[in-house]
């Protein structure tokens, strides 16, 4: 988790040492603090760097309280303040909350949950103020869609239906942290795109950037690729705005039964099936499904995918996204006559997408050279042993120290010279400054939207061949398909069964793609994304408008 970097504005040195003092006793989450004794300078501070949130003591040798955080206010009225009041000032706190401020504290009466809390509070009310729908993401996804919509000469009654998600939910849930007397207060989102094509299929993440803007890219996202593989599903995604490695065991199963069980009316295996995301896996599915049974009376497994194959989960599921990814790079490879035993490759990632990836290029004879997860990259010219670099994370949670390779930043790792380069980490990381700077023949997205829309121009432009991510990662829905169909109806497939009809589908999707490029002069992305909107429209105009 990235450090939370806080302005405290404070003239008296022994508080702000108290201060300081807290912020240091905070468990899982870690806070940097940088501290000014004045008004000017802390202006001073926030012109030479950005900062998550603002401690600030309204009383200052060079402002009055009166108006010191309405100044500040206004130099910067998205910045999430937190105001620091005197015991018998309590008055000008609750004036600057009604002025804007997001909380205040009184010197002396704080602890260090109370300290935590008031930023990190301060910091999601800002976002869900200022960015809920204003999401690059959404934007970026939008952006996706509406480049296509003209291109097929869309319908404008379909291409503003599409537009939107159709089903949006946002609540704010509690838990109880382990200590008893302390429940903490999150948003948590579910978002269904399109209900046309049958039940709602989407994964569920737990990260601290989750908002509505980014669950609803990502459920657009899932209905053209539902759409593009042919699975009877409309698109959902649904989150949870908190870092899920701050959470002990106990506080992430409390967590996520009392989300369960605010999206319950929503979920269903005959409306909405949850998977596993960006900071969930098993063990998240199976106390969702079996917060889900205990409210129905009985064993619901097809409630959702992804779990442990002992509840009903499928084989292949935990690595069909990554195996997916493999299979069409083999695809590109055969029509860019690119011989895969003599490639190489950097995978941009190491979490189940990309180790997946990297272990399954390795296993095809692609030669890895590079290999990354938020603590460092790795590279090796000599090729990365991808089994001891798992090895390696699995005892040491991340691969910082690894001793398999060179230590690399990420933005260097994405432009090593290869053959191959899987982005499978986070959104935006392929973007129009760094985009004529690669130096490969193919992208296979294994993350949601790693390449903005400029970058897409400009790669296109450079003639590398990108596999877009309603392509590249779907082998994951794809699997979850299947677990879901086995549940209904209480049948099992062996692991190679499930390899060949995932290898089958996705041959199809890349083929039919590779197709309307070819013939369309189209790019991947575009050729995908018309695949996919095309299907849903054909559904929608079936189906007709009621009433």
Same mark, same amino acid.
Not at 232 to 250: M, N, Q
Not at 287 to 294: A, G, R
Not at 431 to 455: D, F, R, S, V
Not at 481 to 508: A, C, G, H, P
């Given at each position: 988790?990235?450090p939370?970097?806080v302005?405290?504005?404070?003239?008296?040195a022994?508080?702000?040492r108290?201060?300081?003092?807290?912020?240091q006793?905070?468990?899982?989450?870690?806070?940097?603090?940088?501290?000014?004794?004045? !008004?000017?300078?802390?202006?001073?501070?926030l012109?030479q760097?950005?900062?998550?949130?603002?401690?600030?003591?309204?009383?200052?040798?060079?402002?009055?309280?009166?108006?010191?955080f309405?100044?500040?206010h206004r130099?910067?009225?998205?910045? $999430?303040?937190?105001?620091?009041?005197?015991?018998?000032?309590?008055?000008?706190?609750?004036?600057?909350v009604?002025d804007?401020?997001?909380?205040?504290?009184?010197?002396?009466?704080?602890?260090?949950?109370q300290?935590?809390?008031?930023?990190? =509070?301060?910091?999601?009310?800002?976002r869900?103020?200022?960015? *809920?729908?204003?999401?690059?993401?959404f934007? &970026?996804?939008?952006?996706? =869609?509406?480049?296509?919509?003209?291109?097929?000469?869309?319908?404008?009654?379909?291409?503003?239906?599409?537009l939107?998600?159709?089903?949006?939910?946002?609540?704010?849930?509690?838990?109880?942290r382990?200590?008893?007397?302390?429940?903490?207060?999150v948003?948590?989102?579910r978002?269904q795109?399109?209900?046309?094509?049958?039940?709602?299929k989407?994964?569920?993440?737990?990260?601290?950037?989750v908002?509505?803007?980014?669950?609803?890219?990502?459920?657009?996202?899932m209905?053209?690729?539902?759409s593009l593989?042919?699975?009877?599903?409309?698109?959902?995604?649904?989150?949870?705005?908190?870092?899920?490695t701050?959470?002990?065991?106990?506080?992430?199963q409390?967590?996520t039964?009392?989300?369960?069980?605010?999206?319950i009316?929503m979920?269903?295996?005959?409306?909405d099936?949850?998977?596993?995301?960006?900071g969930t896996?098993e063990?998240?599915?199976?106390?969702?499904m079996?917060?889900?049974?205990?409210?129905?009376?009985?064993?619901?497994?097809e409630?959702?995918?992804?779990?442990?194959?002992?509840l009903?989960?499928?084989?292949?599921?935990?690595?069909?996204?990554?195996?997916g990814?493999?299979?069409?790079i083999?695809?590109a490879c055969?029509h860019?006559?690119?011989? $895969?035993?003599?490639s190489?490759?950097?995978?941009?990632?190491?979490?189940?997408?990309?180790?997946?990836?990297?272990?399954? &290029?390795? *296993?095809?004879g692609?030669?890895?050279?590079?290999?990354?997860?938020?603590?460092t990259?790795?590279?090796?010219?000599k090729?990365?042993?991808?089994?001891?670099?798992?090895?390696?994370?699995?005892?040491?949670?991340?691969?910082?120290?690894f $001793?398999?390779?060179?230590p690399?930043s990420?933005s260097?790792?994405?432009? &090593?010279p290869?053959?191959?380069?899987?982005?499978a980490?986070?959104?935006?990381?392929?973007?129009?400054?760094?985009?004529?700077?690669?130096?490969?023949?193919?992208?296979a997205?294994g993350?949601?939207?790693p390449?903005?829309?400029?970058?897409?121009?400009?790669?296109?432009?450079?003639g590398?061949?990108?596999i877009?991510?309603?392509?590249a990662?779907?082998?994951?829905?794809?699997?979850?398909?299947f677990?879901?169909?086995?549940d209904?109806q209480?049948?099992?497939w062996?692991?190679?069964?499930?390899?060949?009809?995932?290898?089958?589908?996705?041959?199809?999707? !890349?083929?039919?793609t590779?197709?309307?490029?070819? *013939?369309?002069?189209?790019?991947?992305?575009?050729?995908?994304?018309i695949?996919?909107?095309?299907r849903?429209?054909?559904?929608?105009l079936l189906?007709g408008?009621?009433?």
């Amino acid at each position: 988790m990235k450090p939370i970097t806080v302005l405290l504005v404070e003239d008296d040195a022994e508080q702000a040492r108290q201060f300081h003092n807290l912020f240091q006793k905070v468990r899982g989450v870690h806070f940097d603090v940088r501290t000014v004794a004045t !008004f000017a300078d802390g202006l001073g501070q926030l012109k030479q760097a950005s900062v998550d949130a603002v401690l600030l003591d309204v009383r200052l040798p060079d402002s009055d309280g009166e108006t010191t955080f309405e100044r500040l206010h206004r130099h910067d009225p998205e910045l $999430p303040i937190v105001v620091i009041v005197e015991p018998g000032d309590t008055m000008l706190g609750i004036r600057a909350v009604e002025d804007g401020a997001h909380g205040y504290l009184v010197k002396g009466r704080i602890n260090t949950s109370q300290l935590s809390r008031a930023v990190r =509070f301060a910091m999601k009310n800002a976002r869900l103020q200022n960015a *809920e729908w204003d999401s690059p993401m959404f934007h &970026l996804a939008q952006q996706q =869609f509406m480049k296509a919509a003209q291109l097929m000469g869309l319908d404008e009654n379909i291409r503003e239906r599409l537009l939107w998600p159709q089903r949006t939910l946002v609540v704010t849930l509690p838990f109880r942290r382990d200590e008893y007397n302390e429940v903490e207060t999150v948003f948590g989102y579910r978002v269904q795109h399109v209900l046309t094509m049958g039940p709602t299929k989407g994964g569920i993440r737990y990260h601290e950037d989750v908002d509505l803007g980014e669950t609803s890219a990502l459920a657009m996202w899932m209905t053209w690729k539902c759409s593009l593989m042919n699975l009877p599903f409309g698109g959902a995604k649904g989150g949870v705005a908190i870092d899920p490695t701050s959470l002990t065991r106990a506080e992430l199963q409390r967590l996520t039964r009392r989300y369960t069980m605010e999206i319950i009316d929503m979920i269903g295996p005959d409306r909405d099936i949850p998977a596993p995301d960006m900071g969930t896996n098993e063990q998240v599915m199976a106390w969702i499904m079996d917060t889900y049974s205990q409210q129905m009376g009985h064993a619901v497994p097809e409630v959702v995918t992804g779990k442990p194959v002992v509840l009903g989960g499928s084989l292949g599921r935990k690595e069909a996204t990554g195996r997916g990814v493999v299979y069409v790079i083999q695809h590109a490879c055969e029509h860019l006559k690119i011989d $895969p035993r003599k490639s190489t490759a950097v995978v941009q990632g190491f979490g189940n997408v990309a180790s997946n990836a990297a272990k399954f &290029l390795d *296993e095809m004879g692609v030669k890895v050279l590079g290999i990354s997860d938020v603590s460092t990259g790795i590279r090796n010219e000599k090729g990365i042993d991808i089994a001891a670099a798992q090895a390696w994370v699995d005892q040491h949670k991340t691969l910082a120290g690894f $001793p398999g390779g060179e230590p690399i930043s990420n933005s260097e790792l994405l432009q &090593l010279p290869c053959d191959i380069l899987v982005p499978a980490a986070l959104q935006n990381q392929i973007t129009q400054e760094n985009a004529g700077k690669l130096q490969c023949k193919i992208i296979a997205e294994g993350a949601n939207g790693p390449t903005t829309l400029e970058a897409d121009e400009i790669l296109n432009d450079r003639g590398i061949f990108v596999i877009p991510d309603i392509l590249a990662n779907a082998g994951g829905v794809t699997v979850s398909y299947f677990e879901w169909v086995q549940d209904t109806q209480n049948f099992s497939w062996t692991l190679d069964e499930i390899n060949s009809r995932l290898l089958k589908i996705m041959t199809d999707s !890349f083929m039919r793609t590779l197709k309307r490029s070819v *013939e369309q002069k189209l790019d991947m992305r575009t050729a995908a994304l018309i695949e996919g909107i095309q299907r849903v429209t054909e559904a929608k105009l079936l189906r007709g408008l009621f009433p």
